[in-house]
């Protein structure tokens, strides 16, 4: 009895080690195969994008694995060189990796003023926004656009640079976090310090947030904090000048989104006509 028991057992772990075996061969997966395939991806600039644009997640997974940190994190932390490789993951058709990608590019030490200092920054900066636009405009997986946003505004228009660029539709979609973090400037804010100076360079101001709360692809959470902003116009400019812009907010109200929107424009006309 006992040598049949142990018959049945020897058996057993004989078919699930072949069973294994042979599930590997016909996957054709080798871990340390295939960290040599990612690796050498990783290195290939946008050639290697494709790898990151068809691996599955039951390999990337297994293979994204280093010895202190992810192995992708081992060859692109502040290498620059990875960005293209890894915008094809962009484009997996898995939810999971393309996490995964998002969360990895957020986490490698990249900034603005590294990928303009470059030699091919200029070239990856243009890869970065068109893959961004894109996957901002499908994505649909709650924690991959969340992950997405994340490394989006390593890279986004910040609101001075919005405002010295006058970048209406920047400063329109822009990420409220991003927003309200860029925006703060010493006791006041940087939308409040344009608007300071008056005349024709603070109605400027005025009127490129105006045109930012009311553009139709904005941000509601971010255009809200706009008109929040615009409100300190009525300390700050002269009777004329709030007479104009009370005309102009009137104008304007009616292309804004969001009906607290309108309301507040609507409130800030009134209070511009006193």
Request: hydrophobic share 40%.
């Amino acid at each position: 009895m006992k040598k049949t028991l142990s018959a049945i057992i020897l058996t057993g772990l004989f078919l699930t080690s072949s069973e294994v075996l042979s599930s590997m061969r016909r996957g054709g997966f080798n871990v340390q195969k295939e960290q040599r395939r990612m690796i050498s991806a990783l290195r290939s600039g946008s050639r290697g994008s494709r790898y990151f644009m068809t691996v599955r997640w039951n390999v990337f997974s297994k293979t994204n694995v280093g010895a202190k940190i992810s192995l992708i994190g081992e060859n692109c932390t502040m290498n620059y060189y990875c960005i293209p490789a890894l915008l094809g993951g962009f484009r997996n058709r898995d939810a999971k990796v393309r996490t995964a990608v998002y969360r990895e590019l957020a986490m490698q030490g990249y900034s603005k003023r590294g990928l303009r200092r470059h030699r091919k920054g200029r070239v990856y900066e243009r890869l970065i926004k068109k893959e961004i636009k894109r996957s901002e405009r499908i994505e649909r997986d709650r924690s991959a656009k969340q992950a997405l946003m994340r490394f989006k505004n390593i890279f986004a228009v910040t609101v001075p640079e919005a405002l010295r660029m006058r970048d209406v539709r920047s400063l329109a979609a822009m990420d409220p976090g991003l927003f309200i973090r860029t925006n703060a400037f010493e006791k006041m804010t940087h939308i409040g310090a344009g608007m300071q100076q008056g005349g024709k360079k603070g109605m400027n101001v005025f009127n490129l947030c105006l045109n930012a709360v009311t553009f139709r692809r904005g941000n509601i959470e971010t255009q809200r904090y706009l008109v929040n902003e615009m409100m300190q116009a009525v300390y700050i400019f002269n009777p004329k000048e709030k007479r104009a812009m009370a005309k102009k907010v009137k104008r304007m109200m009616r292309y804004a989104n969001d009906p607290n929107i309108r309301s507040s424009l609507d409130n800030l006309s009134k209070r511009l006509s006193r």
